[in-house]
Structures are given as structure tokens and as C-alpha cells.
Nanobody
Framework: QVQLVESGGGLVQPGGSLRLSCAAS????????MGWYRQAPGKQRELVAT???????NYADSVKGRFTVSRDNVKRMVYLQMISLKPEDTAVYYC???????????????WGRGTQVTISS
């Protein structure tokens, strides 16, 4: 069984910073793309940032220059460093990973349970 567990959310003032972490665990053979999505109240879940196993990144236009996604393939971790946070960044942030479980062929999409990020003064 594969699990993704996020940590690092919280309440921050506008202009502040946060670092989210996500740990993948379980019977994992390989992890391809990893990334972060977010969902604000009343809105659809949207892509924030993704990173390939080789380190190629992709960002939503709304976070470019403020957020940085990174990963540690050995530790099976993905991170999201967020700076210059704005109230509109308030959302539940979800970790996502494309995982090939041990003993299975192919990659499957997994999600964490999410971590709340609130930007407010």
C-alpha cells in the first residue's frame, strides 16, 4: 500500500513564507512525477507545481517566482517552498505522485490527504 503524507501547513501573514513537505511510503518500486495541487473553498482543485524524477519543474502562472518545488528521490520526499504568500494562496494543499507499486506493472496516481495553508493578517 502506498501513502502520501503532507506536513508544514499553517497560518501565515501576507508576505510570509512556508515550506510544505510530503513523504511517500509503502511498497514502492518507483516514483515518476511528483507535485502539489491546491483547492480553495468553492473552487476546483488546481495544479500548483510538478517535478519530474529528473528535476524538470512546471508551475502555475499564479505562483511562478514565489514557489519552488523540489524533491529527494532517495528519501521519497517532495517539497514546496512558498514565499511572498498572498491571501489568495489560502487553500488545502495536496501532494500528488505517480507511483509504481512493488509487484505491479505501471504507474498509478496517488494523493495525500492535504494540509491547510491559510494566509491572513
Amino acid at each position: 500500500q502506498v501513502q502520501l503524507v503532507e506536513s508544514g501547513g499553517g497560518l501565515v501573514q501576507p508576505g510570509g513564507s512556508l515550506r510544505l513537505s510530503c513523504a511517500a511510503s509503502g511498497s514502492i518500486f518507483s516514483i515518476a512525477n511528483m507535485g502539489w495541487y491546491r483547492q480553495a473553498p468553492g473552487k476546483q482543485r488546481e495544479l500548483v507545481a510538478t517535478i519530474t524524477r529528473g528535476g524538470t519543474t512546471n508551475y502555475a502562472d499564479s505562483v511562478k517566482g514565489r514557489f519552488t518545488v523540489s524533491r529527494d528521490n532517495v528519501k521519497r520526499m517532495v517539497y514546496l517552498q512558498m514565499i511572498s504568500l498572498k491571501p489568495e494562496d489560502t487553500a488545502v494543499y495536496y501532494c500528488n505522485a505517480e507511483v509504481a507499486p512493488s509487484g505491479n506493472s505501471g504507474f498509478y496516481n496517488y494523493w495525500g490527504r492535504g494540509t491547510q495553508v491559510t494566509i491572513s493578517s
